[in-house]
């Protein structure tokens, strides 16, 4: 199994950053992660991709998002962290770390529990 467990988010002004971590730990799983990323939903709204990051470092954004946020990942403390600065009142969502992972022929995604993003005007 593989566990995901998000932290960092709150409440921020416009203009303001935050930093949102993800913390990913492994209990007897046998799916290799192949990319770790950062979705969000408002609510009323689908889940939508904010950013993704490959194992190779090959990184993905959301159009709403570039230039703004930043993903990076530290592979020594098994960690994905979304930098995002200059925020707006549409980035408030819940904040859901996923990755992607396969094990042969077989694909599955993981989910952590999400954490709030409330941005202010």
């Known amino acids: 199994q593989v566990q995901l467990v998000e932290s960092g988010g709150g409440l921020v002004q416009a203009g303001g950053s935050l930093t949102l971590s993800c913390s990913c730990t492994y209990s007897g799983s046998t799916f290799r992660i192949n990319s770790i990323g950062w979705y969000r939903q408002a609510p009323g709204n689908q889940r939508d991709m904010v950013a993704t990051?490959?194992?190779?470092?090959?990184?993905n954004y959301a159009d709403s998002v570039k230039g703004r946020f930043t993903i990076s990942r530290d592979n020594a403390k098994n960690t994905v962290s979304l930098q995002m600065n200059n925020l707006k009142p549409e980035d408030t969502a819940v904040y859901y770390c996923n990755a992607a992972a396969s094990r042969s022929i077989f694909s599955r995604e993981f989910w952590g529990q999400g954490t709030q993003v409330t941005v202010s005007s």
């Open positions: 990051i490959t194992v190779g470092d090959v990184t």
